[in-house]
């Protein structure tokens, strides 16, 4: 599906089968010098067929496209080897670059999550199924690195890059002061809460990601132009929501720690999620992998708050509120 959302801005939906997200919105802006394309879908056939089918509707050829990634999940970053062409540029932001570069796959993450009580054989597992193990890049292409305050012109499209870590470290969006329009990747999402994890004791995403949010609602925006799902008209309402969501995920995380000296995995499991599942028993592994992340992500802002404490039982890390 192909739609035009202004003059010479396209949205095709790349399906995303098997996930919930449905479809990643991938953007393109087209000019009679370079094309841009903004976020890709993973690196499967689907994919692929339903990006080419979208490009030829428009009259967009690969070979005058440059390539924008909002951020290293494979279904923003997958497909970027299937399209990149000798001419294009792929912007990514320096986070996701080096992370990227520095990479030596899941066993630090593994590790960690055990010692918040995941389960290493069943996480190991799912990994093992994870997109980004299966539908990653085949290729890493050289990158075109862009920081915060960049500026990136295409046609009558004078855009700004703003940093906006928190999903990732290396979030990335794109700003038209003119046009007043937010291309947001996965930094704000309608329907659904973006997902914020943490897997390192150095790390405060939810700290990045929250302030962030501010930064964002300062612009002046009309129009949110998000990786999945709806358009978003009314940027300043949503982003109230999704504070006043990690407030309550918060309020939560102190509610449970009334009972001291619990590991991340047991928080987790008393959290309230939105999910088709009887019980945590039954939550996929992947699931409860990402609520795990997303309980550690909450712990740590309580930590560096100064409201929560941890201990070392064994291999274990527990948690306990500190007044």
Not at 128 to 136: C, E, R, S
Not at 152 to 163: L, Y
Not at 253 to 280: C, G, R
Request: proline share 5%.
């Amino acid at each position: 599906m192909c739609d035009e959302i202004l003059p010479n801005l396209f949205r095709i939906k790349i399906p995303l089968p098997e996930s919930p997200l449905k479809y990643l919105n991938s953007y393109v802006i087209r000019d009679s010098q370079k094309n841009l394309i903004i976020d890709t879908g993973l690196n499967r056939k689907e994919c692929l067929e339903a990006m080419q089918n979208g490009l030829q509707k428009l009259g967009v050829e690969l070979k005058q496209s440059d390539i924008f990634i909002t951020h290293l999940h494979a279904d923003h970053f997958g497909l970027v080897s299937k399209l990149a062409s000798d001419s294009s540029y792929i912007f990514f932001s320096r986070p996701e670059k080096e992370l990227m570069e520095s990479w030596e796959g899941f066993g630090a993450m593994i590790a960690y999550a055990g010692k918040n009580g995941f389960p290493e054989n069943e996480l190991k597992a799912a990994l093992d199924k994870h997109p980004g193990a299966k539908y990653g890049s085949d290729w890493i292409p050289e990158l075109k690195v862009l920081d915060d305050g960049d500026k990136i012109t295409v046609g009558d499209h004078n855009f700004k890059c703003v940093a906006t870590p928190g999903h990732t470290m290396g979030h990335i969006c794109l700003y038209e002061p003119t046009k007043k329009v937010l291309v947001a990747g996965d930094h704000i999402l309608i329907d659904i809460t973006p997902n914020i994890q943490c897997w390192s004791d150095s790390q405060n995403p939810l700290k990045h990601y929250l302030a962030s949010l501010d930064k964002v609602y300062n612009l002046e925006v009309d129009l949110v132009l998000p990786g999945h799902r709806r358009l978003i008209e009314d940027h300043h309402a949503r982003i109230n929501e999704l504070k006043e969501h990690h407030k309550n995920r918060l309020n939560e995380v102190l509610d449970i720690l009334k009972t001291p000296d619990q590991h991340a995995f047991q928080i987790a499991s008393q959290m309230t999620w939105d999910l088709a599942a009887e019980n945590w028993d039954h939550f996929p592994v992947a699931q409860k992998w990402f609520a795990t992340g997303e309980a550690i992500s909450h712990l740590r802002y309580l930590e560096e708050e100064g409201k929560v404490r941890r201990k070392t039982d064994g291999q274990l890390t527990l948690f306990y509120l500190s007044i």
